[in-house]
């Protein structure tokens, strides 16, 4: 990678790259492995039990849960180094981080090698590089079977090289439709490997072996979240996910449009929620996976006379075509979390809803960022 696919915005060490972070500093249920490396002295993250990161790398860091993920490690004095490459990611979503002293943004494409441009120590890479959405892993199908694959391991060499905690963000997609309800981690799932969702599926399926795999082979201390229907601020309103979906045809005052007949389940985990679960999990020992979501289902009609009961907006519902091997139901088994991370969700989906609906509202006004 040349100069040229290097960028930084205002605050990040400057035009010509990175200048180095600164600043403040199934199979059965997973098993506790012992510590790969010591506490150092950094700052805390909420829910760490006393383990600390003196520099974090978030690939996907501008997408819109790594960019959550970037915050709460700034704001607990963790030196985070960003790496995206804008293709779903956005640079709005971390506008408010570019004065930071200890944020650095690299503009790369994970599926590359890129720890060479990863300046310094680390000690914690997190992995939530990939297209997430419908809309955008149909739109990439390479670009996220690339992310999936090559970019876990290059990831996994980073931390591998560097001696840093690795967790690599999955997804309950991993399950397919399933025939298990609710999931827990020893189901194998009911996946579709050639459908149109496959592509992603798959990709994060494969990145689970290889970072198992790695685990195994090279003793690299790594970790596995699946997570389930994560919402909140920063989500575009344009993904094809239904939250965002919702709330920006009810501020317009369009029809919610809903797939089917509506019956079909989601667990909605507000991001708040799922960021402090990621975290916990990174200041673990388990490999996992471990489920980390809501176990309150909606059904997405209910989940739309939620939201236009919450905007007050007049619109109605209209109900289209389901797309092709959309699940019935999606619900995590978390006993996993709360036993071993002593993690639960704490935002019920009316208040995480109220809250992103809001974050909505401000962004439509005049002069407003993103973030």
Request: glycine letters at 12%; a negative charge; hydrophobic letters at 40%.
């Amino acid at each position: 990678m040349d100069a040229a696919d290097k960028a930084a915005i205002p605050g990040s060490g400057g035009p010509g790259g990175p200048a180095g972070p600164s600043g403040p500093g199934a199979a059965a249920p997973p098993a506790d492995r012992a510590a790969a490396r010591p506490v150092t002295p950094a700052g805390a993250v909420p829910g760490d039990g006393g383990r600390r990161w003196d520099h974090a790398v978030v690939t996907g860091g501008a997408g819109f849960v790594g960019s959550h993920l970037c915050t709460a490690l700034l704001a607990e004095g963790t030196a985070v180094t960003c790496v995206d490459d804008f293709s779903t990611g956005t640079p709005g979503n971390i506008a408010h981080l570019r004065d930071h002293p200890g944020f650095t943004l690299l503009r790369a494409d994970v599926s590359a090698p890129f720890a060479g441009h990863v300046p310094g120590p680390v000690d914690l890479v997190l992995h939530f590089a990939s297209p997430a959405s419908p809309a955008d892993y149909l739109r990439l199908p390479l670009h996220t079977l690339d992310t999936g694959s090559l970019g876990t391991r290059n990831a996994l060499a980073l931390a591998r090289e560097r001696e840093a905690r690795f967790v690599l963000a999955s997804t309950s997609e991993v399950y397919g439709d399933p025939l298990q309800h609710p999931q827990n981690e020893r189901y194998w799932g009911n996946v579709n490997p050639v459908g149109p969702r496959s592509v992603y599926d798959e990709a994060k399926r494969f990145g689970e072996a290889l970072t198992t795999a790695e685990a195994a082979a090279r003793g690299t201390d790594a970790g596995i979240v699946r997570l389930f229907n994560t919402y909140g601020p920063r989500m575009r309103g344009h993904d094809g996910r239904a939250v965002p979906t919702f709330i920006r045809q009810a501020l317009a005052g369009e029809p919610l449009t809903v797939t089917g007949d509506g019956r079909q389940t989601r667990s909605l985990a507000y991001v708040d929620d799922t960021v402090r679960g990621i975290l916990a999990m990174a200041a673990s020992d388990l490999l996992g996976p471990v489920n980390l979501g809501n176990p309150d289902e909606i059904t997405m009609l209910d989940l739309a006379h939620q939201v236009i009961d919450l905007t007050g907006s007049p619109s109605t519902v209209r109900f289209i075509e389901r797309p092709t091997d959309d699940p019935a139901v999606r619900c995590p088994d978390i006993t996993l979390a709360r036993g071993k991370l002593q993690w639960a969700p704490l935002v019920d989906a009316r208040e995480g809803l109220a809250r992103t609906i809001e974050w909505y509202r401000q962004r439509a006004r005049p002069g407003a960022e993103a973030a």
